[in-house]
């Protein structure tokens, strides 16, 4: 399966995005979806997810009541809603996802072993936060 990541730019405090993560020549409809994101020098950090089937998912304490996610697969795309946004979201965000298909993959995508359940990535969308 692959990911495409798009909808990142330049945008001010307090100001709002959405990033989509699209299904290029795959069906998305049976996948977890996860976000994650890098910001330079830092490690890559666990974002949000998203299970098949399901209209909303889990996002992490540090965007909790300011990032959503969801999914639309009539445009199998997963969105990432972003809002209130501050300068330390600056980074790349990336939409990755589980090719084998396996159950219950957004319980591990906190886990420091994400990376086994994620396996597939997407180039990556950079979100600049800035004045």
């Known amino acids: 399966v692959q990911l495409q990541a798009s909808g990142g730019g330049l945008v001010q405090p307090g100001g709002s995005l959405r990033l989509s993560c699209a299904g290029a020549?795959?069906?998305?409809?049976?996948?977890?979806i996860g976000w994650y994101r890098q910001a330079p020098g830092k490690e890559r950090q666990a974002v949000s997810c998203?299970?098949?089937?399901?209209?909303?998912?889990f996002v992490t304490d540090s965007v909790k009541g300011r990032f959503t996610i969801s999914r639309d697969d009539a445009a199998n795309t997963v969105y990432l809603e972003m809002s209130s946004l501050k300068p330390e979201d600056t980074a790349v965000y990336y939409c990755?996802?589980?090719?084998?298909?396996?159950?219950?993959?957004?319980?591990?995508?906190?886990?420091?072993?994400?990376?086994?359940?994620?396996?597939?990535w997407g180039q990556g969308t950079l979100v600049t936060v800035s004045s």
């Open positions: 990755a996802t589980d090719h084998f298909q396996r159950a219950d993959v957004c319980r591990y995508y906190r886990s420091s072993s994400y990376r086994r359940y994620f396996t597939s």
């Open positions: 020549g795959s069906r998305l409809d049976n996948y977890h």
């Open positions: 998203i299970s098949p089937r399901i209209s909303s998912g």
